[in-house]
């Protein structure tokens, strides 16, 4: 028998002011303000064992090169052998691989040895063509689901995969929903942050709509503007920092979306996991409920909280300090197991370990497993 979600919730408490020495005074529901004491070293009730459930995975398929006309994507390599992923106007440098493609077997094997169970793996944000007209992305998309059913389908019972949708037309979208859920034995669905012009637009009521009656979970990633529509900040540019630092402020910009829009609240079976776990939000979530408690926002303070406690992440933050800030501030029942697997910023479950919270069942619950 699993913990009551009460009782889990009193152990993870319990175990980070073991492991951090701290107090909290508590704001709502939410636990925000730590006070300083003397670090005693971790501990990590036995009942809260984590079974390794991946969210947060990527796939190309080479033979979905030039299939988006003049978007690409196009792989190249320089004199020295190194390649680069060009999508639209994005170049992603990959360095030398012999190639785009990872069978299902290979993965399998890289499973293994990183200790993951399970895995959810679903399109790159670079290939998501949220503004490539409908014909385009539809077709992109249709086929990318079915490569990656097939892909997944070399061991279905810990391959899982996210539906493509092609958000340009969001009644295509719906159609390609069920069709993956009906037929390709998809598990839930992934757009990208930029799916509409915000994210609470009632363009895409009939999406979110369509995952409640559907059952299945959406996925929200970030993305790189200008890919294949509006230009971002040019300076993001340097040092990939539209990456690095853009990929958060696009995931905290859509948590706020989602929650000030009233998404949930109208969508109220709607489950909704934000990658990296949500941004910036953890940090600035003392602020914007600041702003929310003066009487200005679309949403009071009750409703604003009531979200944010409904909102599913995924803990792949790089350090310590921001996973257990994301603990404390976002629901620990709903934050699950992200890796970003093969990527440049690969994390393993090995390294959220520590954290006292059972992101395996988390998972199985968002996931349906």
């Not at 200790?115 to 385009?136: C, D, K, M, N, R």
């Not at 637009?201 to 009656?213: I, K, N």
């Not at 003066?294 to 803990?315: C, I, K, Q, S």
Request: aromatic share 6%.
């Amino acid at each position: 028998m699993g913990l009551h979600p009460g009782r889990r919730r009193q152990l993870v408490r319990s175990v980070l002011r073991q492991r951090r020495g701290l107090g909290w005074r508590s704001l709502g529901s939410r636990v925000l303000a730590p006070r300083h004491e003397p670090h005693r070293p971790p501990r990590r009730p036995a009942a809260l064992v984590m079974s390794a459930i991946d969210t947060h995975a990527h796939l190309f398929f080479e033979t979905l090169l030039g299939s988006v006309g003049d978007l690409g994507p196009f792989l190249t390599r320089d004199a020295a052998g190194i390649a680069t992923l060009t999508t639209g106007g994005f170049d992603y440098v990959l360095g030398k691989i012999p190639g785009l493609d990872r069978t299902a077997e290979q993965r399998l094997d890289e499973l293994d040895k990183a200790g993951i169970e399970v895995q959810v793996v679903s399109a790159s944000p670079l290939w998501y063509f949220s503004h490539t007209p409908a014909e385009v992305a539809s077709r992109f998309a249709s086929r990318y689901n079915e490569l990656l059913s097939e892909w997944t389908s070399a061991d279905p019972a810990r391959l899982k995969a996210l539906a493509l949708l092609p958000v340009s037309d969001v009644g295509a979208a719906v159609t390609e929903l069920e069709r993956a859920v009906r037929d390709l034995n998809v598990v839930g669905a992934v757009i990208g942050t930029d799916a509409a012009e915000d994210l609470d637009h009632p363009d895409l009521d009939d999406l979110y709509a369509a995952c409640s009656d559907l059952d299945v979970p959406l996925f929200i990633h970030s993305v790189v503007p200008g890919i294949d529509g509006p230009d971002g900040d040019p300076r993001l540019r340097r040092w990939l920092r539209d990456v690095t630092i853009g990929y958060p402020f696009e995931e905290t910009i859509a948590t706020t979306s989602l929650l000030l829009g009233g998404v949930l609240r109208r969508h109220s079976e709607l489950d909704i996991c934000i990658s990296h776990g949500g941004g910036a939000v953890p940090f600035l979530l003392g602020r914007v409920r600041a702003w929310v408690a003066t009487g200005a926002a679309p949403v009071d303070l009750a409703d604003f909280d009531e979200g944010y406690n409904r909102l599913w992440f995924d803990v792949h933050v790089h350090s310590d300090k921001s996973a257990d800030l994301l603990i404390e501030t976002a629901n620990p029942e709903r934050l699950v197991l992200g890796t970003n697997f093969g990527g440049w910023d690969s994390s393993s479950p090995a390294q959220v370990e520590r954290l006292p919270i059972d992101m395996g069942a988390n998972a199985r619950r968002l996931l349906r497993l």
